[in-house]
């Protein structure tokens, strides 16, 4: 009897087992299919990820934002689209504005308006703190940013994969046979275009680096290397009137720079020469170059510096290593702008531990590197 008893224990046992077992492999299969399903839908967004930057590039270059800014409130489809330049289907700019506002760079909503003696529900728009970047007119607009060049730029990202050879020319030269800013020479609207793009950062940017006071002291001339139309150089001069500043880049570049009394402006090419001050200031110069040729600038700069108290003040990006980035607002774009650099020069982001080796070897022995407030740059100070 006592025999039996165990038996239908075991038995029982058993059956709870298989049981759980079952119920354990169907919640794995639950789960599993859950996981499909999402990555299966990230594929997706990832594969069509293009649209963001071509529909905000269309909304932008139709001035989208500027005329439901100059409405001053929601804006109706049929209102918007007697405003814009060409004739539109109401159906096609309603599926642009749905894909827009989904990116919550327009705020969607409905509206009644009148409608031959009647009333009718209407889709209407208005603008985001997103959209609020990209008004014509506000002194920091991100307009420039989103239409530069992207027939051009975009054509090196078709060539990625050649771009991975060892001995390869970047992606640009081999497509268009020249440098990047040799075509841009060549190209007089994609060069203003670029100028802006830099003039539209600086602004962005200069407020962060002008906090670090104790970078300029007793700093009497400084040279803005590569300095594009001056912005950097005047917002120096404006901050720091003691500091003598001058704006060096090609001699078409800073012919096309605004006249100010404050700033000084040298054309010629810095491979070759750089004006002697006491300070260089080099922004979104050396991400364009690989190792080697940052190597000669930083010789050229280091010849026009004094042998006591000289010093390199660079904004750059610096990546986070082997950080994950967690909390970085701007981690997705510098990984992207790595890439850029990549395909349009041969160039690079570079990590901090990057960073101080090129410059020690340049013979910049002390080096510190700062964040820069709301920028995607850090702030990089070296020493002779």
């Known amino acids: 009897m006592r025999t039996n008893t165990i038996y239908a224990e075991q038995l029982l046992l058993a059956s709870s087992s298989m049981e759980e077992n079952m119920e354990k492999k169907e919640r794995q299969g639950k789960e599993g299919d859950e996981l499909l399903q999402a990555v299966h839908a990230q594929l997706w967004t990832q594969v069509f990820s293009f649209a963001n930057s071509q529909t905000l590039r269309c909304a932008v270059e139709l001035h989208i934002p500027d005329i439901i800014h100059a409405h001053a409130g929601p804006m109706t489809l049929s209102h918007l689209a007697s405003k814009l330049p060409l004739p539109s289907s109401p159906d096609r700019l309603r599926r642009l504005m749905c894909f827009l506002s989904h990116l919550n760079i327009f705020k969607h909503s409905t509206m009644i308006t009148p409608s031959g003696g009647d009333e009718r529900e209407e889709d209407a728009y208005e603008l985001t703190p997103l959209s609020r970047l990209l008004v014509r007119g506000e002194e920091k607009n991100m307009v420039p940013m989103v239409t530069v060049g992207f027939n051009v730029l975009m054509v090196p990202w078709h060539h990625i994969i050649g771009s991975l050879e060892k001995s390869s020319d970047n992606a640009f030269k081999r497509v268009f046979g020249v440098e990047f800013y040799q075509y841009a020479e060549q190209d007089a609207e994609l060069g203003v275009r670029l100028n802006e793009v830099m003039a539209c950062d600086t602004r962005w940017t200069m407020p962060g680096v002008i906090e670090w006071k104790e970078v300029f002291e007793g700093v009497g001339s400084l040279v803005d290397v590569g300095g594009g139309t001056g912005t950097a150089a005047r917002a120096i001069a404006e901050a720091f009137p003691a500091i003598k500043c001058t704006v060096f880049d090609h001699p078409h570049v800073v012919e096309s720079a605004p006249e100010c009394e404050d700033v000084a402006r040298i054309g010629g090419d810095m491979f070759e020469f750089i004006p002697p001050a006491d300070a260089l200031f080099l922004k979104w110069i050396l991400h364009n170059y690989g190792d080697e040729e940052c190597r000669k600038i ?39 702008l790595d890439l850029e650099m990549m395909l349009l020069f041969g160039g690079k982001e570079r990590t901090e531990e990057e960073w101080r080796r090129l410059l020690q ?17 850090s702030l990089i100070e070296a020493s002779l």
């Open 361 to 377: 070897h340049a013979g910049f022995s002390k080096c510190r590197i700062m964040p820069i407030k709301s920028s995607i740059h």
């Open 298 to 336: 930083l010789k050229r700069c280091k010849e026009a510096l004094p042998e006591k108290g000289g010093k390199v003040i660079i904004v750059d990006t610096v990546m986070d290593g082997d950080d994950d980035g967690a909390g970085d607002e701007f981690k997705d774009a510098r990984l992207a």
